[in-house]
């Protein structure tokens, strides 16, 4: 993507940017996604895409590569080991198109 390709007024930028930042909106996030995100004023499909992890939509759109890898970790966890390998492999193919079912539900 080319820096030109950045969208800076996607409303995601500033969600990842709270999120990483602020910890009682990340813990409202983990516990209940719809209600942070309702407080943010995304455009219908980037908030269907961030609901879906559909990660390549967002890029379309314009969402910073860095940020996306960001959100990434929030969404299907940021610990080291088997969250962020999992947070990894939901944006790999996210952005490659494979299919994989959804597993952002932990047991």
Known sequence: MAFEQVDKTLV?????????????????????????????ALKP???????????????????????????ARLIYGNAAGPDATRAVNRLIASLTGEERPDDRTTT
């Open 12 to 40: 995601t930028h500033d969600l990842v940017q709270d999120l990483k930042w602020d910890a009682d909106l990340r813990a409202q996030f983990e516990a209940d996604q719809t209600s942070v995100l309702d407080c943010y």
């Open 45 to 71: 499909e980037e908030r269907t895409a961030i609901e879906t992890g559909d990660f390549r939509k967002l890029y379309e759109m314009g969402l910073h590569p860095y940020l996306g890898g960001q959100l």
